[in-house]
C-alpha cells in the first residue's frame, strides 16, 4: 500500500510543540485538523495494471490540486491505494481492509466491472459509500446498493445508445462484434444488439474473447463473409496483438469497416507500426486523447496537472501513452466526493449515511476543471452520471475527433431508483 500525502501534527502546528497545543485545542478543532482518508482500489497488477498506472497519477494530481485549494470542508485529504491484482476476491478483501484496519472515510477507484461485481457487496456490508470509476451498467441496473456510485463516467449503456445510430448511418447495419467475456463484454453485447437492432441493422455473429486470451487468429474465421461493420471492445494487455492479427488476417484486400471502442487501443501509440491497417476507422473515445482544434477552456490545465501532452502521452516519455478516455473519471469523481462532503458538513465516518444522501441530491456537473472531459448531470435515482460522447477517426496514425453527442442523447429510463432503498 502507499500513501499519498499524510500531514503531521507538527506540519499543522509547525512552529511549536504539537503535543502542548494540540493539548490547548478544542477538541472540535483537533478533529478537524485529522485528514480525511479516502481508499482507492488500485489495478495496480493484473489485466487492469496499465489503466491502474495512470488512475493513480490522476489521483495523485487531482489530490494535490484539492489539497493544494485548502482540502475538502477545511481539512487535508490523504488518499491509501490499495492493489485489487485486478481481481474480483482481492477486490472484496481490499475494500475491507481499507476500511477495517486502514479506517478510510470511503473506497473509490475501481476501473473493471467484474471486480466492481465482486467488491460492491462487501462495500454494502460495511455501509461505506463505494465510488466506481468504471463503465457497466450495473450500478444504473440496479444490480448493487445504496452505497455504491458511479458519478465520474457515463456507463456503457449510455455510450451505445448514441454509438449505434452513427455506425448504422455511417458505417453499415451488418455487424459482427468481438467483446471480453465478462460483465463489461457483456454489457456491449446485449445493449448494442438491440440498439442497432433499433436502427434497422442486426449483430449477426458474437465472438466472445476470454480476458485472459493472448492469441486471437483462431477467432476471425467467425467473421461471417457478410459482414459490413466490425465491432471491437477488447481489453488489457493483448489489445495491440487483437488489432495486429486482426490486420494479419485481412492483409491488404477488403475488409468490413471497423468501429471500435478505445478501450481496444488505450494506453497504446496509434502510430504503432503494425496497425496500418487502422487507418481511416473509427473509435469511440470517453475523452478525446489527442487534444481537439476545439478543445475548451479546461483542457490545458488539465492535461498540465496529470502530466499528458497533446497527442495523450506523458509529458516526460513520449511512449508511455495515457488511458485518456477514462482516467478522467478519477478526477471527476474526486470532484464529486469533494461536493458531495462538503453539501453534507462530512466530519467523519458516522457522516456516512449522510454523505450518500447529499451525493444523491446533486443534479448539474457543469463544465469546467472540476469537469473538464464535458458537462455531465447525475441521477441520483440510479447513481448514474450523463455525459457527452465521442467518435474519433484515424487519420495519419492520429485520432481525430469527428462527431460528439449530447447528454440527452445517452439518457435512458430509469431501471432502479436506490433512494428508496435502505441503507
Given at each position: 500500500?502507499?500513501?499519498?500525502?499524510?500531514?503531521?501534527?507538527?506540519?499543522?502546528?509547525?512552529?511549536?510543540?504539537?503535543?502542548?497545543?494540540?493539548g490547548?485545542?478544542p477538541a472540535?478543532?483537533?478533529?478537524?485538523?485529522?485528514?480525511?482518508?479516502l481508499g482507492?482500489?488500485?489495478?495496480?497488477?493484473?489485466?487492469?495494471?496499465?489503466?491502474?498506472?495512470?488512475?493513480?497519477?490522476?489521483?495523485?494530481?487531482a489530490?494535490?490540486?484539492i489539497?493544494d485549494?485548502?482540502?475538502?470542508?477545511?481539512r487535508?485529504?490523504?488518499i491509501?491505494?490499495?492493489?485489487?491484482a485486478?481481481?474480483?476476491?482481492r477486490?472484496?478483501?481490499?475494500?475491507?481492509?481499507?476500511?477495517?484496519?486502514d479506517?478510510?472515510?470511503l473506497?473509490?477507484?475501481?476501473?473493471?466491472?467484474?471486480v466492481?461485481?465482486?467488491?460492491?457487496?462487501?462495500?454494502?456490508?460495511?455501509?461505506?459509500?463505494y465510488?466506481?470509476?468504471?463503465?457497466g451498467?450495473?450500478?444504473?441496473?440496479?444490480?448493487?446498493?445504496?452505497?455504491?456510485?458511479?458519478p465520474g463516467?457515463?456507463?456503457?449503456?449510455?455510450?451505445?445508445?448514441?454509438?449505434a445510430p452513427?455506425?448504422?448511418?455511417?458505417?453499415?447495419k451488418?455487424?459482427?462484434?468481438?467483446?471480453p467475456?465478462y460483465a463489461?463484454?457483456?454489457?456491449?453485447?446485449?445493449?448494442?444488439?438491440?440498439?442497432?437492432?433499433?436502427q434497422?441493422?442486426?449483430v449477426?455473429?458474437?465472438v466472445?474473447?476470454?480476458?485472459?486470451?493472448?492469441?486471437?487468429t483462431?477467432y476471425?474465421a467467425?467473421?461471417?463473409?457478410?459482414?459490413?461493420?466490425?465491432?471491437?471492445?477488447?481489453?488489457?494487455?493483448?489489445?495491440?496483438t487483437?488489432?495486429?492479427?486482426?490486420?494479419?488476417?485481412?492483409?491488404s484486400g477488403?475488409k468490413?469497416?471497423?468501429?471500435?471502442?478505445?478501450?481496444?487501443?488505450?494506453?497504446?501509440?496509434?502510430?504503432t507500426?503494425?496497425?496500418?491497417?487502422?487507418?481511416g476507422?473509427?473509435f469511440?473515445?470517453?475523452?478525446p486523447?489527442?487534444?481537439?482544434?476545439?478543445?475548451?477552456?479546461?483542457?490545458d490545465e488539465?492535461?498540465?496537472?496529470?502530466?499528458?501532452?497533446d497527442?495523450?502521452?506523458?509529458?516526460?516519455?513520449?511512449?508511455?501513452?495515457?488511458?485518456?478516455?477514462h482516467?478522467?473519471?478519477?478526477w471527476?469523481?474526486?470532484?464529486?466526493?469533494?461536493?458531495?462532503?462538503?453539501?453534507?458538513?462530512y466530519?467523519?465516518?458516522?457522516?456516512r449515511?449522510?454523505?450518500?444522501?447529499?451525493?444523491?441530491?446533486?443534479?448539474?456537473?457543469?463544465?469546467?476543471i472540476?469537469?473538464?472531459?464535458?458537462?455531465?448531470?447525475?441521477?441520483?435515482?440510479t447513481h448514474q452520471?450523463?455525459?457527452?460522447?465521442?467518435?474519433?477517426k484515424?487519420?495519419g496514425?492520429?485520432l481525430?475527433?469527428?462527431?460528439?453527442?449530447t447528454?440527452?442523447?445517452?439518457?435512458?429510463p430509469?431501471?432502479?431508483?436506490?433512494?428508496?432503498m435502505?441503507?
Open positions: 500500500m502507499t500513501k499519498l500525502w499524510q500531514p503531521s501534527r507538527r506540519t499543522v502546528l509547525k512552529g511549536a510543540g504539537a503535543g502542548v497545543l494540540a490547548m485545542l472540535s478543532v483537533g478533529a478537524q485538523a485529522a485528514p480525511i482518508k482507492f482500489q488500485l489495478h495496480r497488477t493484473g489485466i487492469g495494471a496499465a489503466y491502474g498506472r495512470w488512475y493513480e497519477r490522476t489521483a495523485q494530481a489530490l494535490k490540486r489539497n485549494a485548502g482540502g475538502i470542508t477545511g487535508p485529504v490523504e491509501l491505494f490499495e492493489d485489487d485486478t481481481d474480483p476476491k477486490g472484496a478483501e481490499v475494500v475491507d481492509k481499507l476500511v477495517t484496519k479506517g478510510c472515510d473506497v473509490f477507484g475501481t476501473l473493471f466491472s467484474h466492481v461485481m465482486g467488491s460492491a457487496p462487501r462495500a454494502g456490508e460495511l455501509k461505506v459509500p465510488l466506481v470509476c468504471s463503465e451498467y450495473h450500478v444504473a441496473s440496479g444490480a448493487l446498493n445504496r452505497w455504491t456510485l458511479q463516467i457515463t456507463d456503457v449503456r449510455a455510450q451505445i445508445s448514441t454509438m452513427w455506425v448504422s448511418q455511417n458505417l453499415g451488418k455487424v459482427t462484434m468481438f467483446f467475456d463489461f463484454g457483456h454489457d456491449h453485447r446485449d445493449f448494442f444488439t438491440a440498439a442497432i437492432k433499433e434497422g441493422g442486426e449477426i455473429a458474437q466472445p474473447i476470454p480476458p485472459t486470451e493472448t492469441s486471437f483462431r476471425f467467425q467473421i461471417p463473409a457478410e459482414t459490413e461493420v466490425i465491432y471491437h471492445v477488447m481489453v488489457g494487455p493483448a489489445v495491440l487483437f488489432v495486429q492479427e486482426l490486420g494479419e488476417f485481412y492483409g477488403a468490413p469497416q471497423l468501429f471500435g471502442f478505445i478501450d481496444s487501443l488505450e494506453a497504446v501509440d496509434t502510430a507500426p503494425g496497425l496500418e491497417f487502422l487507418e476507422s473509427h469511440w473515445e470517453g475523452y486523447r489527442v487534444k481537439p482544434a476545439d478543445a475548451g477552456a479546461a483542457e488539465y492535461r498540465a496537472a496529470v502530466g499528458v501532452d497527442n495523450g502521452a506523458s509529458v516526460s516519455d513520449a511512449k508511455d501513452v495515457s488511458t485518456y478516455s482516467m478522467f473519471s478519477v471527476e469523481t474526486l470532484s464529486f466526493i469533494k461536493q458531495g462532503m462538503e453539501a453534507a458538513g466530519t467523519g465516518p458516522d457522516d449515511q449522510k454523505l450518500v444522501e447529499a451525493m444523491e441530491a446533486i443534479t448539474d456537473l457543469p463544465y469546467g472540476d469537469h473538464p472531459q464535458g458537462a455531465k448531470t447525475f441521477n441520483g435515482k452520471v450523463f455525459g457527452s460522447q465521442y467518435i474519433s484515424l487519420e496514425g492520429k481525430v475527433k469527428v462527431h460528439q453527442t447528454i440527452e442523447e445517452g439518457m435512458y430509469d431501471a432502479v431508483d436506490y433512494t428508496t435502505s441503507f
